[in-house]
């Protein structure tokens, strides 16, 4: 697809640098972006609705929602699927669903191929020459070189220092000229002598002098616009049909993480209203993006980067407005809502934020639902709501059997079943005024949010498991110097914003700007999180699962990033007294096998009740749980009890 933006439209002026791209003879800005529809053949028999996903880092994310197969050629191209089992069995495609993908970051790699990127053109001086600036990378790689975001604005190596560390609290070392160069073009870098590798999971910083910014906001206009032609437009400027004219009623937004950060920019900066002034999206499923935007609207901005406790931490992530509700930031002295710019024309769209608790633990959640000095309760809006799903990992379900770079298993609590569900209750919600399950999150009012527990109380060990590390390790999130008049003007001068001296601590550390105050969900004796929509694994639990984690090795006690923790009872209590365990074993919780059966049920009902489970879900949810109990060592059945009983509020 072939696009241009008006800079001088009120609605775009908001993009960054958007005055300093070159126009075409209409005074317009042009871009490309690649796009994927898969559609009802007949659109006469579909649901007249689309499920819009901004992929992820160019690779479509819908599957896990969709119960179809995750990974792989049939992720990116679902089209391509076939067998009826899938498709029958699937989530979206029964329901009559139109599914449509479309790039929004710039310069992904080629308009070819399935993944989703887009083209923005560079930037200039009012004079037409080149822009320059400060700008950083943080890398962590294997590889023997490292593609910068921009090029050099030259190879002079005066105008740049790379520096290199192991720990993120370790004063990082500046690695000698020498040691390092650009390759011929100065877009990448490379250690010296040739084909020399950068240490795996090490950190290494480059700070130079960087040339030709694109204004990375276009990506928000380019999804606003490209929506609402599909919604609203017979043919295109050149007469190519719309494929979907005169069909959609309906547009919810389906994400995994970053795009997630992206919309909630998106609607900040206004462009949930399109240029005839009506909404673009009706709903948002927003899984895993929680109170962060992705800030691709500055200058020098990366779209790929996330901040977690040990990688990224000094981009410009958490920004304030965090919550949806309109509040005052002391901090910055504005006051500001992620809705409020909607709120004020009815463009606003209906929302529902669903996130695991690692968000609390490197995202700094708790900033969606308490002022930013942490010392009230937020009030939801009125037209979004937030689930916390307690004990999760960021993103999918991990491997109980494998550690990764983490000190203990993969946490394998798994969201699409609750997903699902809030798919509907968002439907019902935009479609029959039907209001969703309240929300769910820790509150400062009834004590299940409260500030990092010390550590020292439990002897650096996680509920007292003396195998299990824990150091109260979390990010902070800081109000940034990029420079006096960046918050005016999102150019820095600063890049990145560290300031002289700085002793290289980064948690609680006010040399980096003011903090925002926030905090993690309370825990019970097992060690599995109190508040928030609690799956049956918390409720008839066999281990204890968090949503942060800790890396092994050499970097051990640094942050795992997205990972959390799976930590499995002992079978009996022998074994857990042999490990001074003192968590009950699964032997001492379940006498009989009725008894984990009846919490396995009773779970399952609740969440039905409640509407965080669909009953299409159950019979494999509670097969699955009840299989497990066995495993770990709950008693066998006897005589003719039946295995795996019925829901009862899906009778």
């Not at 972006?33 to 992820?56: R, S, T, W």
């Not at 295109?236 to 970053?258: F, H, K």
Request: with cysteine; proline share 8%.
């Amino acid at each position: 697809a072939h696009g241009e933006i008006d800079p001088k439209d009120p609605l775009n002026a908001v993009i960054t640098d958007i005055e300093l791209a070159p126009v075409n003879g209409r005074g317009n800005v042009e871009y490309q972006h690649n796009f994927y529809i898969l559609k009802p053949l007949d659109l006469g028999k579909g649901a007249h609705k689309v499920m819009y996903e901004p992929p992820n880092r160019g690779g479509k994310t819908f599957a896990t929602l969709n119960r179809s197969p995750a990974g792989g050629a049939l992720t990116n191209d679902p089209g391509a699927i076939t067998d009826p089992n899938i498709l029958d069995n699937s989530f979206l495609w029964p329901r009559g669903y139109t599914m449509v993908f479309s790039g929004w970051e710039n310069d992904l790699g080629p308009l070819t191929g399935l993944t989703a990127t887009a083209h923005f053109p560079i930037a200039k001086n009012t004079d037409g020459s080149t822009i320059t600036g400060p700008a950083y990378e943080y890398i962590v790689t294997s590889g023997t070189s490292f593609t910068l975001t921009y090029p050099a604005a030259s190879l002079n190596k005066a105008d740049a220092v790379l520096t290199h560390r192991v720990h993120l609290d370790d004063i990082a070392s500046v690695v000698p000229e020498s040691a390092w160069d650009y390759n011929a073009d100065g877009t990448a870098i490379h250690l010296n002598p040739a084909n020399t590798r950068f240490i795996a999971n090490d950190i290494y910083e480059f700070s130079y002098k960087a040339k030709d910014p694109t204004p990375n906001g276009m990506g928000m206009a380019v999804v606003r616009d490209f929506n609402s032609f599909l919604r609203h437009a017979a043919v295109d400027d050149v007469g190519t049909a719309n494929p979907l004219a005169g069909d959609i009623t309906r547009i919810y937004t389906e994400i995994s993480s970053q795009p997630g950060r992206f919309l909630n920019d998106f609607v900040h900066l206004g462009f949930n209203e399109d240029e005839g002034h009506r909404k673009v999206f009706d709903g948002m499923m927003q899984w895993v993006a929680a109170a962060d935007g992705l800030n691709m609207n500055y200058r020098w901005s990366d779209t790929s980067r996330t901040n977690r406790n040990r990688q990224d931490l000094l981009y410009l992530e958490g920004l304030f407005p965090f919550a949806n509700v309109t509040t005052f930031d002391p901090i910055s002295g504005e006051t500001d809502g992620r809705n409020k710019k909607c709120a004020a024309n009815d463009t606003c769209p209906l929302k529902m934020e669903f996130y695991s608790s690692n968000e609390y633990w490197v995202k700094a959640a708790s900033l969606f639902h308490t002022d930013t000095k942490g010392t009230v309760d937020l009030p939801d809006d009125a037209y979004s709501r937030l689930y916390l799903l307690s004990s999760k990992q960021h993103g999918g379900a991990g491997n109980p059997a494998s550690f990764g770079n983490c000190q203990q298993r993969l946490n394998p609590l798994d969201s699409a079943q609750v997903q699902r569900a809030l798919w509907i209750a968002l439907d019902d919600w935009s479609t029959k005024g039907i209001e969703p399950p309240p929300s769910q999150v820790p509150r400062l009012a009834d004590g299940t949010l409260v500030p990092v527990p010390d550590p020292a109380l439990t002897g650096g060990h996680y509920v007292g498991i003396p195998f299990v590390t824990y150091t109260g390790l979390k990010t902070t999130r800081y109000r940034f110097n990029y420079g006096p008049d960046f918050y005016s003007t999102y150019v820095p001068t600063i890049n990145p914003p560290i300031p002289a001296g700085f002793n290289g601590v980064y948690e609680d550390n006010p040399q980096l700007g003011p903090i925002y105050t926030s905090y993690v969900p309370k825990w019970d004796s097992d060690g599995n999180e109190i508040a928030g929509i609690r799956l049956p694994e918390l409720e008839a639990p066999l281990a204890t699962y968090t949503g942060w984690a800790l890396r092994s090795g050499t970097w051990a006690n640094d942050g795992c990033e997205g990972s959390g923790q799976y930590i499995p009872f002992a079978k009996t209590k022998d074994e857990r007294e042999a490990t001074g365990d003192p968590r009950p074993s699964v032997a001492e919780r379940y006498k009989a096998f009725g008894q984990y059966r009846s919490g396995v049920v009773n779970a399952v009902d609740e969440l039905v009740k409640n509407r965080f489970f669909l009953c299409e879900d159950t019979s494999a949810a509670v097969k699955r749980l009840i299989d497990a109990g066995l495993v770990a060592g709950v008693p066998a059945p006897k005589g003719t009890e039946p295995m795996y009983p019925a829901i009862p509020h899906c009778n």
